[in-house]
């Protein structure tokens, strides 16, 4: 039975489904892109009013956004933002200068003005960086206030099929590169020549990031949602086979041989990330939540109290019922039989009891001699000591029922006769 729970389980915690994305399946994907949480990238673009405003917040340390060391100079990398429009198109890339000779894409978005004036809008992480299609897009809470619902789980709602297309023609940063006056934005910055406001900082180990941004969760679930697919098929094809995709031999080689898994080396430092999420955000909601903890991999151990549940503990739950249940009335209802047999050896007992005493019931009074016929050899074994008149006689009242006593007034000679011969009438 366990062995079944157990199977079932995991058949659902491993069942993939393009339906249900949980950003909790999704804490460490063991790929350099741990270090860049694109919840927290939409969040930022979704609150600029400029692509040069979002580019320099993105690159600050107190934003506690960007956590990339992709070179491994042990210092953090300073994103770029270009924009490449292509009509009502614009397709916004995230770059990092790996050298003085290589780029690196860290993300994109695809955002798109239809004919109705509403705009749509998908970030998606870099192949090299989150694997394939990890998409990002707003959810229908994106305009409103973050819901706080969202449990310590980290759930994000499972998408539906048919669900509708989120429009996101209010933000500021959007309505900005849609303005006639709009001038195309392209960092300046390149390999060793940034800002002067730009102070690289060492990076954090993943689990303090991670420990930061956990705490985050109410807003990136209550405003972002993971989807399966591009919602327009077109410019993915375009952007992966265009020049303004970067690629980076260093990064890939870096990947290959291990670099990056020196980040995930350090579960402790997950509560100080928690406690400066604390410090800088007393008021927010999941200032009380605990961390989870961290399995001998170091990825979180989440517990899912939402849809997933429900789905596994139907299963497990009816069959251990079911199982236990069957057996157990056919048990009690085996021994209830039991039971009521020795019921019937009950009413023995009594009976002999009703007998002695009650003498003047006559029914009891003719089963009576012959049940306790075989008490009877015990006042027989006595019998040889009988030569004195006057034991038997003491003896009689005391030895033999009741109902026998209309016989002690006859003399000792008549009443031993007949007793004689009814003693071997009973052997």
């Keep these: 039975m366990k062995n079944l729970i157990v199977t079932v389980l995991i058949g659902f915690l491993l069942w993939p489904t393009s ?21 927290a990238v939409l969040k930022l673009f979704q609150e600029s009013e400029t692509l040069e405003g979002f580019e320099r917040k993105l690159n600050e340390e ?18 770029r933002v270009e924009d490449h429009v292509d009509g009502n198109l614009h397709t916004i890339t995230l770059k990092v200068a790996v050298s003085d000779r290589e780029d690196q894409d860290v993300a994109a978005f695809y955002v798109e003005k239809k004919e109705d004036g509403q705009v749509l809008i998908q970030l998606i992480g870099d192949e090299d960086l989150y694997g394939k299609d990890y998409i990002i897009e707003p959810n229908s809470l994106s305009g409103e206030t973050p819901n706080p619902g969202y449990s310590g789980g980290r759930e994000s709602q499972a998408p539906a099929v048919n669900q509708e297309v989120t429009y996101v023609s209010a933000w500021p940063v959007v309505r900005y590169i849609y303005v006639p006056q709009y001038v195309i934005w392209h960092s300046p910055w390149r390999w060793h020549y940034y800002p002067s406001y730009w102070r690289p900082w060492r990076p954090r180990f993943w689990h303090y990031y991670y420990g930061y941004h956990y705490h985050w969760h109410y807003y990136y679930n209550g405003h972002f949602r993971r989807w399966p697919s591009y919602r327009n098929p077109v410019w993915h094809n375009r952007y992966y086979s265009s020049n303004f995709r970067s690629r980076s031999v260093i990064v890939r080689t870096r990947y290959s041989r291990g670099d990056y898994r020196n980040t995930y080396s350090r579960p402790s430092s997950a509560r100080d990330g928690s406690k400066l999420f604390v410090k800088r955000n007393p008021k927010a909601p999941t200032t009380r939540e605990r961390l989870p903890k961290f399995d001998k991999t170091g990825r979180p151990v989440i517990a899912r109290p939402t849809n997933p549940r429900p789905g596994t503990t139907r299963p497990v739950t009816s069959p251990g019922t079911s199982r236990p249940s069957v057996g157990r009335p056919g048990t009690g209802n085996n021994d209830r039989p039991d039971n009521s047999r020795p019921a019937v050896t009950r009413p023995v007992s009594p009976r002999p009891s009703v007998t002695r005493p009650g003498t003047s019931r006559p029914s009891p009074a003719t089963p009576s001699p012959a049940r306790p016929a075989p008490s009877r050899p015990a006042p027989e074994r006595p019998a040889p000591s009988r030569p004195a008149p006057a034991r038997p006689e003491t003896s009689r009242p005391a030895t033999r029922p009741s109902s026998r006593e209309s016989s002690t007034p006859r003399s000792s000679r008549q009443s031993e006769a007949p007793r004689q011969r009814a003693e071997p009438r009973g052997n």
């Design 62 to 79: 107190d934003s506690e956004v960007n956590n990339l060391d992709l070179d491994g100079d042990n210092n953090i990398d300073y994103i």
């Design 19 to 39: 339906n249900s994305f949980a950003q909790s399946e999704e804490e460490k994907l063991d790929l350099p892109g741990d270090n860049l949480n694109l919840y």
